[in-house]
């Protein structure tokens, strides 16, 4: 099976300052990788992805890097901002298939 | 641009009572997920369906759960004689079928709690 996690339940930066959110994962049949937002009462908002044929993925202030070689990822966010204080997940897409596998999710929080 | 929609947004059931859960996929979307999330949790899945056809139910209880999408109307989530374990936020997510893997994308949720 897949297992997926997160290294830090909690993660309190600065605003301004540069945050990395880290996972791994399991099951090195893996394949693809997603980052989801989710703020208070509200469903898991897409970031960005990751197919495994990558190393490393860039969008509009957020970097994905997949390690496979140790079975890691992180999610980079810059100038981190209030509006991203929120639970971040990764979740793995084992073989191509339909099923996410969800890690538990770190809390992000900016201070002023 | 409506995106995955989800009602009710919370739902009150009292022990023995079924709860019914509705998503109405994106726009064009013919692929739908359901997922649970209990109390600080990451999501766990439960069932993929395409139109008429469950495709994948390896997450869902045997009992008492059921899901289903009609050729017209939204994805029904049905759980009969609820009970408290039974609370928590029910997802739906959906993708455009158009190969796999495939980005997912999810609704508000629906939050159950069993009285």
């Known amino acids: 099976g897949e297992s997926v996690g997160l290294h830090l339940p909690t993660l309190s930066v600065q605003e301004g300052d540069n945050s990395i959110i880290n996972c791994a994962y399991s099951?090195?049949?893996?394949?693809?990788f997603i980052w989801y937002k989710q703020e208070s009462g509200k469903g898991p908002q897409f970031i960005i992805d990751?197919?495994?044929?990558?190393d490393k993925r860039q969008g509009q202030r957020v970097t994905v890097l997949l390690n496979k070689t140790v079975k890691h990822l992180s999610l980079q966010i810059a100038a981190t901002q209030p509006g991203d204080s929120a639970v971040y997940f990764c979740?793995?897409?084992?073989?191509?298939?339909?099923?996410?596998?969800f890690g538990k999710g770190t809390s992000l929080l900016v201070t002023p | 641009n409506a995106g995955v929609m989800q009602n009710p947004r919370h739902l009150v059931r009292r022990r023995g009572q079924e709860a019914r859960l509705r998503c109405s996929p994106m726009?064009?979307?013919?692929?739908v997920y359901w997922y649970r999330q209990l109390p600080e949790e990451g999501l766990k899945f439960m069932v993929y369906?395409?139109?008429?056809?469950?495709?994948?139910e390896s997450g869902m209880p045997k009992e008492r759960f059921s899901a289903e999408f009609p050729k017209e109307g939204p994805s029904i989530l049905r759980i009969q004689q609820v009970v408290r374990g039974d609370s928590a936020a029910y997802f739906c997510?959906?993708?455009?079928?158009?190969?796999?893997?495939?980005?997912?994308?999810f609704g508000p949720g629906t939050r159950l709690l069993v009285l």
């Open positions: 997510a959906s993708s455009a079928g158009t190969g796999v893997p495939e980005t997912q994308y």
């Open positions: 099951n090195s049949a893996s394949d693809y």
């Open positions: 990751i197919r495994s044929n990558m």
């Open positions: 979740a793995a897409n084992p073989n191509s298939g339909y099923a996410l596998n």
């Open positions: 726009k064009g979307h013919s692929h």
């Open positions: 369906l395409q139109k008429e056809n469950i495709i994948d």
